[in-house]
């Protein structure tokens, strides 16, 4: 790239000022005021969280449903099944999800910069980071039950978690691949995309496990049944969702006029550090959440078996309810991250009040919802009397925690926008490992205080406390001008490295 060349993309990139230039970026067009920009954003990340939250409902289904097919097999297929998925979550999708998450800074910046095509290059190379990851995943996996025996699991369960790991991992790449796909896709504003794709495939994912469980003699599986129809699945999401990017994308890029599409080339394997970089702290900040709701059910084993049972049916209710703020959360980054991209400084701060406002009126109806109905709830799950009342007890701090989940996650998907994993890795970590797990451990184990299962919660809500108002601070304190500066300057050194002397020129017109 020569200097006139640079010269010419740094100018498109921040414009000449003149005389009629403003120094700041004016709260909102004259003919607009704040009320009207705050409805339009409010309007717009409903429509796109709607899509999103279709898109995760479904894809858990995809987990769900083969624990449900396999838990009519037997109890020890019950308890070998959720020690696989288990510890499928803590060693692979979580670092998938965490690693993926580095996206969520560079797409939707980069879709509405003036070089969308940055979009499908840093696409191409979170497929190669994620690639080289798996291969300790893989060999984790394969040696899962020496690992699980050495942790002292059941030999019978140790088996037949290894088991599902060994087949569902026909899946892990595509898993990986379609964890890129859906930010590839939202980035754009193709939000549907994803959900029309996982709609597909969930009913055929339902009615595979049927039959390769309990179908025919001559089709039916057994066990082993459940995870190859899963594994199957994901295969079936990549499938459609490549053919969707091949006869569907090209339509949505003519009316845009412009498209994500980058020729693979020498600069897809090209800086990769930033990737790594984001995708490690992005783990940090997703998997050690993730990681401190397992400890909190091993501590839950602890207690009693009927706590255990309670504490099972209260994060299957927790985990429902969230879906709304993650879906929100997702949308929430895209927004502020393509707003960025655009120089939107004066519009992007709107965005964020208008997603807290969602996440304040989500968690109200969510929390509502829970205690009209907790005392008749847990017994879609249990027969136990026992087993529904302690699950009642807790649950109004399951509903004051929705709030504080709410803030803590848009929160944490402001933080992505930014490109700011780390912070939010530091929030998590200290919030659940320094300040939330102690406390809930002190509450339910100390002698003289022994609160049991409610004592976990209190715990467990005070580090969402604490994230949420540690991340909002942050979030209150940032320079909206300065971000999109350093947006600015991270497209620039993209252009400039893949258009260095030696380095295979990309494809940009």
Same mark, same amino acid.
């Given at each position: ?17 003149? /005389? ?70 803590? *060693? ?28 499908? +290059? ?7 980071? /994620? ?101 199957? *699945? ?39 550090? +930033? ?28 207690? *009693? ?9 209260? +994060? ?98 402001? +933080? ?86 030696? *380095?295979?020129?990309?494809?940009? /017109?």
């Amino acid at each position: 790239m020569d200097q006139q060349d640079e010269a010419t993309w740094t100018s498109a990139l921040h414009p000449s000022p003149s /005389e009629h230039t403003p120094l700041l970026h004016a709260p909102t067009d004259k003919r607009e005021s704040y009320g009207k920009v705050f409805c339009e954003e409010l309007i717009t990340l409903i429509a796109s969280g709607l899509p999103i939250l279709g898109t995760h409902i479904f894809e858990h289904s995809l987990i769900i449903t083969s624990v449900v097919t396999i838990g009519h097999l037997s109890t020890n297929a019950l308890a070998g099944v959720a020690l696989g998925s288990m510890t499928a979550g803590v *060693s692979g999708f979580s670092i998938i999800y965490g690693l993926s998450s580095a996206l969520d800074t560079l797409l939707p910046s980069a879709w509405t910069s003036q070089k969308p095509e940055l979009v499908g +290059l840093w696409t191409q190379r979170m497929i190669v980071v /994620e690639a080289i990851c798996l291969i300790p995943m893989f060999v984790i996996w394969f040696n899962s039950e020496n690992i699980l025996l050495w942790l002292r699991q059941d030999p019978e369960i140790a088996r037949l978690a290894a088991t599902y790991l060994y087949w569902i991992s026909l899946g892990l790449p595509a898993y990986a691949f379609n964890s890129i796909t859906r930010r590839y896709f939202q980035s754009q504003g193709l939000f549907a995309a994803p959900t029309r794709i996982v709609i597909v495939v969930a009913p055929v994912n339902a009615f595979m496990n049927w039959l390769l469980v309990w179908g025919p003699k001559p089709i039916r599986l057994g066990y082993i049944g459940a995870p190859i129809a899963t594994a199957l *699945s994901f295969n079936l999401i990549s499938l459609l969702s490549i053919a969707y990017g091949f006869w569907v994308l090209p339509a949505w890029n003519r009316q845009n006029k412009k498209s994500a599409w980058h020729p693979i080339c020498r600069g897809s394997f090209q800086n990769l550090g +930033l990737l790594f970089h984001l995708g490690l702290a992005g783990v940090a900040q997703i998997a050690s959440e993730w990681w401190a709701w397992e400890l909190a059910g091993l501590a839950a084993s602890q207690i *009693s078996p009927l706590a255990l049972a309670a504490q099972s049916i209260l +994060l299957a209710t927790g985990s429902t309810a969230a879906q709304g703020v993650f879906a929100l959360e997702s949308a929430c980054s895209v927004r502020i991250g393509n707003l960025l991209g655009e120089g939107r400084a004066d519009r992007a701060p709107v965005a964020a009040i208008a997603a807290m406002v969602i996440g304040l009126a989500s968690a109200t109806s969510t929390c509502a919802v829970l205690l009209a109905f907790r005392k008749s709830w847990a017994y879609m799950f249990t027969d136990d009397p026992e087993v529904a009342a302690l699950y009642a007890s807790i649950l109004p701090l399951v509903g004051l925690y929705q709030f504080f989940d709410a803030g803590k996650a848009l929160a944490g998907g402001i +933080l992505r926008a930014r490109g700011k994993q780390g912070i939010g890795a530091l929030l998590n970590l200290s919030g659940y490992y320094l300040v939330g797990m102690p406390l809930g451990l002190l509450l339910t184990f100390h002698p003289k205080i022994e609160l049991g299962l409610r004592g976990l919660w209190i715990g467990l809500t005070v580090s969402l406390l604490y994230c949420a108002a540690g991340g909002g601070w942050i979030c209150a304190k940032t320079d909206w001008d300065e971000e999109v500066r350093r947006v600015r300057a991270r497209i620039a050194k993209e252009w400039n490295l893949t258009n260095e002397p030696g *380095s295979l020129r990309v494809g940009y /017109e």
